[in-house]
Every structure is written in structure tokens, then in C-alpha cells.
């Protein structure tokens, strides 16, 4: 037994309204051609589907049981469609999204996971690049959005507005040898075994450029490429290490301090590019992500004596 798709449709107005006329009007149909379907259908299936009256219709026991099943058909129906039209809409170009490592660690894939769950049609390129390489892609109109630091992105000449904290904080083992201090300079923390970030990081490069060339060489125990395992390693009591304070997860025992050299307090800028599509509809929607997904971290400022301030 074959079903027609808008015969079903029909019937389906003609219940949800308790009318063949308004359900013919639905369907754009003449009342004799919709009732002429209805009576096809019911000789198709053997059983009378509609009890009629003067006020109307309702659907017999079996015109309920069809009604339920075409509403099914018809929604899966759709579906089917959907899905497959999807492949041939033209696809747009990814979007790209550059940042730090910093950024990468928790900004970004929460921004991410959040945006490409309300955007299916739209794909994102993610890099991790340092905050001068950044600037220069989008610049030369090579990505769409960056999330750059502001010492070294300020006065770019990109649009730019302030997306979070990023200050560096000192970390180790809970009831070590940071218990009971406060803040730190980063030249008392390389008195002290580090483990951190292998050395051609962005963030790795960062702390070397701006801790200057005077500063002690830092002994590493071990250096890997993830920050995660950096904040593992410190808390297991491996070594310290310096690390963004968004890196943190609230729930793990580490001992934390401030680090008192100026350079360690820097913020997150989100940049734009100056590809013609930049300001378009997912480009933007995607800043829009970043934004929400930094105002979920925890931000705290930094006072120049290392003690916390509401940011």
C-alpha cells in the first residue's frame, strides 16, 4: 500500500482542524478535489477515516491511527530532506580563527564548542599563533578573528576590543614551598626547579622575551607541549611554573601566587581582520562566542603589590 505524501498532509489539516474546508484551504485546494482525495484514501485503506457532521469533522479510531503515523512520516520526511539538501548548498569558506597559547587552552575550544553547535553550516580554521604573527594575518587579510595579548597588539591599526584577563600567576604543590607566600618575582621563581611549556610556545616565548635577557636561566625538568600537563606537573609537586591564572581549574590544590614583575599582569584583546566578509554574519556571531566564553572564565586583576582586586 502506497501513500501520497500531501494526501497524508491533507488529512492531517482536516483533523488538526475538525474541517475538510479549512484543511482544504491549507493545502490550496478546492473543497471537491481535497474531498476527493479523502474518499481515495479511504478506499485505499478499506475503513472510513472521518465521522462528518454538520459542525464539522473527527477522525474514526483508524483515521487517529492514521493521523498519529502520517505526523511521523511527514516529520521524518523532513528531516530526510533537510539532511540531504544540506549537501548541496554551496559550502562558504571556513572561517579563521587565530590565538596564543593561552587562548587555546580553555578560551577558544569552549568559544568553539558552543558556536559550531549553532552554526552546522559553517566551519572554523583554528591556529595557535603568536601575537605578532596574529596581527600580521589579519592585517594581510589571512584570518578573520584573533585573540591577542595587548602589550603587543596595541596601536595595530586592527580593530580591537578587551576580552578577558590573561595575567601569569606562579604555581605548585599544595603545602610546598609556596606555602604561605603571596607574590613572587619571576627571578625568585627560577631560583626553583620549573617544569613548563616546550620552548618554541607562544607563551614560552613570551615569558623569555619580556623576562629580558638579565634575567636567570630557568632550569627545566621537563617541558611539554600541553598546558594542561604543565598545571598536572606543578601540582603533583615535579616543579613550578608559570602559567596564565584562566588556566587554572578551581577545583584542583595548588598553591598560587602572584607574580610581581609588571610584564606578568597583560590582557586578552579580540582582534579583527580586514577581509572584506569581515564583518558578516558568522564572523561576527563567532566574536560573539569568544566574548561569552571569556566572561565564563574567572578573571581576577592584579595590584602592583600582588594582592587581588575585583577586575
Known amino acids: 500500500m ?7 498532509r491533507l488529512f492531517l489539516h482536516i483533523v488538526t482542524e475538525g474541517s475538510i474546508t479549512a484543511g482544504a484551504h491549507r493545502m490550496h485546494l478546492s473543497l471537491p478535489s481535497a474531498g476527493a482525495r479523502v474518499r481515495s484514501l479511504e478506499r485505499q485503506t478499506g475503513v472510513a477515516l472521518l465521522i462528518r457532521g454538520r459542525r464539522g469533522v473527527r477522525p474514526t479510531p483508524a483515521g487517529a491511527t492514521l493521523a498519529r503515523h502520517a505526523r511521523d512520516v511527514l516529520t521524518r520526511t523532513a528531516r530526510l530532506e533537510s539532511a540531504v539538501a544540506s549537501y548541496a548548498r554551496p559550502r562558504s569558506a571556513p572561517l579563521t580563527l587565530l590565538g596564543g597559547g593561552s587562548a587555546m587552552h580553555r578560551l577558544v575550544p569552549r568559544a568553539l564548542v558552543s558556536f559550531l553547535r549553532a552554526h552546522p553550516d559553517v566551519d ?6 603568536r ?10 587579510g589571512e584570518a578573520h578573528l584573533g585573540v591577542v595579548l595587548d602589550d603587543e597588539a596595541r596601536d595595530c591599526g ?18 610546598g614551598i609556596l606555602a604561605g607566600r603571596n607574590a613572587l618575582s619571576y627571578s625568585e621563581v627560577t631560583e626553583h626547579p620549573l617544569v613548563g611549556l616546550d620552548a ?6 613570551w615569558i623569555e622575551k619580556h623576562a629580558g635577557p638579565h634575567a636567570s636561566v630557568a632550569r627545566y625538568r621537563t617541558t611539554v607541549a600541553d598546558l594542561s600537563v604543565v598545571v598536572a606537573l606543578a601540582a603533583a609537586g615535579a616543579g613550578l611554573a608559570v602559567v596564565p591564572r584562566r588556566a587554572l581549574d578551581p577545583d584542583r590544590r595548588l598553591d598560587v601566587c602572584e607574580l610581581r614583575d609588571s610584564w606578568a599582569r597583560r590582557r586578552h584583546l579580540l582582534a579583527w581582520g580586514v577581509i572584506d566578509d569581515a564583518a558578516s554574519a558568522a564572523t561576527t ?11 565564563t572564565e574567572p578573571s ?11 577586575d
Do not use: C, F, N, W
Open 2 to 8: 502506497r501513500y501520497d505524501l500531501d494526501d497524508l
Open 124 to 129: 572554523v580554521k583554528v591556529s595557535e599563533s
Open 131 to 140: 601575537t605578532p604573527e596574529t596581527v600580521r594575518m589579519l592585517a594581510d
Open 158 to 175: 586592527l580593530r580591537v576590543e578587551p576580552l578577558g584577563d590573561d595575567s601569569l600567576v606562579v604555581i605548585g604543590q599544595a603545602g
Open 200 to 205: 618554541d610556545s607562544s607563551l614560552r616565548r
Open 285 to 295: 556571531a563567532l566574536a560573539g562566542h569568544l566574548r561569552d566564553a571569556a566572561s
Open 300 to 310: 581576577r586583576a592584579v595590584t602592583p603589590d600582588g594582592q587581588d582586586a575585583t
